[in-house]
């Protein structure tokens, strides 16, 4: 993967400088609702916290990342769950995979969206300028965290992007959540002229004051997005390559990372803020494609407590080599990414990272995220856990 858009400077590290600020604020009504309604079946999670829930309704953090810098980000929060019951059964259809539900509706969740074509109310929508981009939360069972992307649905049923590996068994019972997967307006506030990323003509405008690059894990490029305004124009988020289409809901999923460049000598200060889920998270990513994996926690961890080591798909028992999936972390005083496989998975030690073949326990910020590659050319469940306390 080719990174030379980044530019040099310091990983936003908050336990070097870099400011995040939390705070609860009250939760919305709607948000009470659904959260009340969930009780029924999230209470037994939430007494465990490594499993999916929904123990902090609406929180919000202030990040900043400091002047003039690339910063590898991700946020544990999710959007609202819009629907919510159990799994009956699954099955592949069309090289995707059918999901056939019951919606909880005596407990209180509302029917699945039932819009058709581009709209924000349709499990199909491809338009990267609507709001209509779902995903599959498993909260219990033995597929508990996984996160699956929306490409349809009906009344009874979400057809989800894919195949499922073997290793992932998606039970009968088992509960979901749908939400809205993040988009940039979304996460990263609407298009406008007081929004902290500013505004231009370009994306290196001088009023721009940064901009957010997504990686596509298939063909392995990072496109860069901003906040397009001309004259008395709307502001709307678009991309460097595509010219006057608004991109202003480009999808960036649940649990996937994205890069912020501070283009500024002065810090930019943005904040997100969503549904703390205090959960796992499980993707499916194509073997030998990179993905950016988020920590899930609103606190730093590191690789032995968040299981990498442990759950990594394609691990060494000793030294680990080529043959076994890598997890880059960005380095700030490289200023590049570092690299580290898994082994000594049968060692008395017990598994752990290693840097070459020195063994090591590489930290993973708060709100950032790493770099990872499964080993091979089949898919691969990856799985992260958050630290629950500082």
Partial sequence: MNFKKFQTGTLFQPKKGATIKSMKSNPPLATILRNLALAGFASSLLSVPALAGLATPVAVNTLTVPSSTTAVLGTPYARPVEAFGTVSSTSVT?????????????????????????????????????????????????????????????????????????????????????????????????????????????????????????????????????????????????????????????????????????????????????????????????????????????????????????????????IPNAATDSYQVWSTSAKAFALYRMGDATSSNGPTAFLGSTRTNPAISAFSSILVTPYGSNPAVITISPALNP
């Fill in 94 to 318: 069309n090289s995707n995979t059918l999901l056939t539900v019951s919606v909880d509706l005596n407990g209180g969740s509302p029917a699945l969206p039932a819009g058709t074509g581009n709209t924000d109310t349709s499990l199909s929508n491809t338009d990267e300028n609507v709001d209509g981009w779902w995903v599959v939360e498993i909260l219990d069972g033995p597929a508990i965290g996984l996160v699956l992307d929306v490409v349809g649905g009906t009344s009874n049923s979400i057809t989800v992007k894919g195949t499922l590996p073997s290793s992932i068994n998606l039970s009968s019972g088992s509960k979901f959540a749908l939400r809205r997967a993040w988009t940039l307006a979304s996460l990263l506030g609407t298009a406008s002229t007081t929004n902290p990323f500013g505004y231009g003509s370009t994306p290196t405008a001088t009023t721009v004051n940064g901009n957010v690059q997504i990686l596509d894990s298939a063909s392995g490029s990072l496109t860069t997005y901003y906040i397009n305004k001309v004259g008395t124009g709307s502001a709307n988020w678009r991309s460097s390559q595509t010219g006057t289409a608004n991109k202003n809901h480009v999808p960036l999923g649940l649990g996937k990372g994205f890069i912020v460049v501070n283009l500024k000598t002065n810090p930019l200060t943005f904040t997100v803020s969503g549904d703390y889920r205090t959960a796992r998270t499980r993707l499916i990513m194509a073997g030998g494609k990179k993905t950016l994996l988020a920590n899930p926690g609103v606190y730093g961890t590191d690789f032995i407590a968040s299981g990498i080591p442990t759950t990594s798909p394609n691990r060494a028992n000793s």
